[in-house]
């Protein structure tokens, strides 16, 4: 199965680490017309989540991060 891009333009990237652990970085910031599929790709728990932070740049934050997630998973 293919993986779809990451909307974002700057999908998840690997790091170097030791040989038993996988690091990957990810931007916490995705444009406004990449937020609808990153939230897609989201579990109705992680969207309730979101929906719960106090602060809407957070609760982006976490939907884009929790989104880099699936994607690298």
Do not use: N
């Not at 990957?24 to 579990?43: E, N």
């Amino acid at each position: 199965m293919k993986r779809a891009p990451f909307p974002t333009g700057e999908p998840p990237q690997a790091l170097a680490g030791p040989a038993d652990i996988q690091l990957w970085w990810c931007a916490t910031h995705a444009p406004d017309d990449a937020l609808p599929v990153l939230r897609s790709w989201l579990s109705a728990d992680e969207r309730s989540r979101a929906a719960r932070f106090a602060l809407p740049a957070v609760a982006r934050r976490y939907e884009v991060g929790r989104a880099a997630l699936r994607h690298v998973l």
